[in-house]
């Protein structure tokens, strides 16, 4: 089965986001056509759909498609908080290059 593993920091955030919304909605990550390197990635909140593919760690729940989970296998959603900026980022295996940003990847 395909995976997305969960940093600490990553979970802990989204536990914290997830305080704010209406406890209809679950963090979902999504790979859409576009970017300048191909595919970028997208993180929002959204109600659960019944074919999503779901991960959990810390009591932080996070979801794909099923087509995205195919660019997405054995990726780790991480949590990065940098001087002056915090952001998900993640580290996928099957992204062949990266834009400078980090946002978009090529297979």
Request: glycine letters at 8%; a negative charge.
């Amino acid at each position: 089965m395909q995976q997305i593993t969960i940093s600490d920091s990553a979970a802990a955030r989204i536990v914290k986001l997830l305080e704010k919304e209406d406890g209809k909605n679950v963090f979902r990550i999504s790979v859409l056509g576009g970017g300048c390197s191909g595919f970028q990635y997208k993180f929002d909140f959204s109600p659960a759909q019944a074919d999503d593919i779901a991960f959990e760690k810390n009591g932080a729940k996070v979801v794909t498609d099923p087509v995205s989970i195919d660019l997405l296998a054995d990726s780790q959603l991480d949590f990065i908080s940098e001087l002056g900026s915090q952001y998900f980022a993640m580290k996928n295996p099957n992204a062949s290059s990266t834009c400078g940003c980090g946002s978009s990847f090529a297979v």
